[in-house]
């Protein structure tokens, strides 16, 4: 079962520096499937910072069922998957030394579900960190991180570096476990492929601002994929 | 839990342990009459300890093939244990030179020429012992915030800001540092208590601990 999220007059100033997000107010429910789009720099992967608790607010709060992230509930981070272009391991480990370091700190750790990601997304157990691509990489983070059987998934931007047949069976099996185990996904990204058909929200960040957040059958409004990402283009650019 | 990363460090830097050893057995067989051995062995051994700091505390930035802190951070782990995992896995890591200026006054009574101005001898042994983890504990806490501070100071947007932020981290640090070598010189403490420069050493430690500890806790 997924997560809820709460996010009440929401505000983020990096210390020292500019504002990042302002005065935003809306809730995800459990097993909502919500795409974050905006320009860079439009704050998608503070939020999800925040939603993590990596960061404290500066105005108003972020509860993720009912808790607040950055007061560092350690053990609600059990049932998250977090999936991130900032996750980085070290060059010198085999893809077994990762997932054997990993899965140490999860106690429902699925070893049969790990099994079937392997196959699925052709990870090799011996193979070495250090001569795997940027994808590559990717490809062993989702294993290790969708064997936790999560509730709550955060996806940080992490399907450009993918090819396209592994980036069809990670938005095929985001959208399977979003309706099988009704998890909460937030899915922060700039590739708009495939996004219609799976997600159930989305979410249109502009300078901080939640521009939109709906439900993706009222954004489209019965149109095609090849619209959806006109539509999202045009929305983003209309203030400029 | 800590064993877990443990066992991954020595894992992850059994190589560089290897040749620590092969190299103190070397020294020490063959050039073991000549002093500046012992000089060159302690800067071996702070060298190991200072090489894998990045590693523990994780890169904040897009650093492929070393650990990420957002990856730390994001485990079920309470951050303020991380925290103490941390400083345990870095203390392993200053084994061999805590080791090496426990022993070196007793098998080698001019260990003054290694230490600059300080002598070993003048010090009661349990003090001298302390003293020395205490001074660990500083320099491992320095090399821990010190990296934390530089990349808060760089997310500032003025030059102007950063220059000054600077300034205040390298002259805290020098001035701590002035403190410490202050406390243990010889001059300073024939004319003082021998504990003096424990206390101040410890307090100044201490101070750069908490410091870091609060680095940590916000540093992403």
Redesign the interface.
């Known amino acids: 079962m997924g997560v809820n999220i709460d996010i009440q007059h929401l505000g983020y100033r990096?210390?020292?520096?500019?504002q990042v997000l302002t005065d935003m107010n809306l809730k995800i429910a459990p097993g909502d499937f919500v795409a974050v789009l905006g320009e860079n720099g439009a704050g998608k992967t503070t939020l999800l910072?925040l939603i993590?608790?990596?960061?404290?607010p500066s105005q108003g709060f972020l509860k993720v069922e009912n808790e607040k992230p950055y007061q560092?509930n350690?053990?609600?981070?059990?049932k998250?998957a977090?999936l991130?272009?900032?996750?980085?391991?070290?060059?010198?480990?085999s893809v077994d030394?990762f997932l054997k370091?990993n899965e140490?700190?999860?106690t429902h750790y699925n070893h049969d579900i790990e099994a079937g990601y392997l196959k699925l997304f052709r990870v090799k157990r011996t193979d070495r960190?250090?001569n795997m691509s940027?994808g590559e990489?990717r490809r062993v983070q989702i294993v290790a991180a969708l064997s936790v059987e999560p509730n709550l998934i955060v996806v940080d931007e992490i399907t450009a570096v993918l090819d396209i047949v592994g980036r069809r069976h990670f938005m095929t099996l985001l959208k399977e476990l979003n309706h099988k185990t009704k998890c909460t996904i937030v899915l922060a990204t700039n590739i708009l492929e495939d996004l219609a058909t799976n997600v159930s929200h989305v979410m249109l960040l502009r300078d901080g601002v939640v521009k939109n957040f709906e439900p993706m059958t009222t954004f489209l409004g019965g149109s095609e994929q090849a619209v959806f990402s006109q539509k999202v283009a045009d929305l983003l650019e209309d203030d400029q | 839990?800590i064993f877990?990363f443990i066992k991954?460090d020595f894992?992850?830097h059994r190589l560089p342990w290897i040749i620590l050893i092969l190299f103190t057995i070397f020294s020490l067989m063959f050039f073991s009459y000549n002093h500046l051995i012992y000089l060159g062995l302690l800067y071996a051994y702070l060298l190991f300890a200072m090489t894998p700091m990045t590693?523990m505390t994780g890169?904040k930035?897009?650093?492929?093939?070393?650990?990420?802190r957002?990856?730390l951070?994001?485990?079920?782990?309470?951050?303020?244990t991380l925290f103490w995992f941390t400083q345990w896995r870095a203390l392993i890591f200053f084994m061999p030179l805590i080791s090496f200026c426990y022993i070196l006054p007793t098998f080698l009574p001019e260990a003054h020429r290694i230490y600059i101005n300080f002598v070993p001898q003048n010090f009661p042994v349990g003090i001298y012992h302390v003293l020395v983890l205490a001074m660990v504990v500083w320099l491992l806490n320095c090399m821990m915030s010190l990296p934390l501070g530089f990349e808060?100071v760089w997310?500032?947007?003025t030059q102007q800001?950063r220059l000054w932020a600077y300034i205040v981290m390298i002259g805290v640090f020098l001035f701590e540092l002035f403190l410490i070598i202050l406390s243990c010189s010889e001059t300073y403490l024939y004319a003082s208590h021998p504990f003096f420069p424990l206390i101040v050493t410890s307090a100044v430690a201490f101070v750069r601990f908490y410091l870091t500890r609060r680095s940590w806790l916000?540093s992403?």
Do not use: C
């Not at chain 1, 993590?52 to 404290?56: D, N, Y």
């Not at chain 1, 991130?84 to 480990?93: A, L, M, R, T």
């Open positions: 990096v210390p020292h520096g500019k910072d993590l608790g990596f960061r404290k560092d350690w053990n609600s981070r059990q998250i977090y991130s272009e900032k996750v980085d391991i070290p060059g010198d480990w030394d370091f140490y700190f999860y960190l250090g940027a990489i | 839990m877990h991954r894992i992850s590693e890169a930035w897009r650093s492929q093939h070393v650990m990420s957002s990856y951070l994001a485990l079920p782990v309470e951050r303020k808060k997310t500032y947007p800001k916000t992403l």
